[in-house]
């Protein structure tokens, strides 16, 4: 079992910059594909970034790549989402998201571990 608890999240005008953190507790966390979903109001959940247990692989959703970075950190049980120029788009509430998978999935039915989400807003 992972519980995950998001941190890093608040107001920022566009260009600027943030970092999400996730905090995972639970010894299996080092095996699991992690994901940063986002979800704004009136709009389904999207998938954001993922990176594999070793952190060797990554994935991104165009509308992030080359601006967002995912990291890991598994001696801290940690997962980072490092957002860059950032657009009024990109105003969300912003949920880590855990699964024990052989591939990475941008398919938020796949992760089965969330957190409670952390707000991102940026202004024009």
């Known amino acids: 079992q992972v519980q995950l608890v998001e941190s890093g999240g608040g107001l920022v005008q566009a260009g600027g910059s943030l970092r999400l953190s996730c905090a995972a507790s639970g010894r299996a966390y080092s095996r699991y594909i992690m994901g940063w979903f986002r979800q704004a109001p009136g709009k389904e959940r999207e998938f954001v970034a993922a990176?594999?247990?070793?952190?060797?692989?990554?994935s991104y959703s165009d509308s992030v790549k080359g601006r967002f970075t995912i990291s890991r950190d598994s001696a801290k049980n940690a997962v980072y989402l490092q957002m860059n120029s950032l657009k009024p788009g990109d105003t969300a509430v912003y949920f880590c998201?855990?699964?024990?998978?052989?591939?990475?999935?941008?398919?938020?039915?796949?992760?089965?571990?969330w957190g409670q989400g952390t707000q991102v807003t940026v202004s024009s």
């Open positions: 998201a855990g699964c024990v998978s052989a591939v990475i999935s941008t398919a938020k039915d796949a992760y089965n571990h």
């Open positions: 990176i594999s247990w070793s952190g060797a692989g990554t």
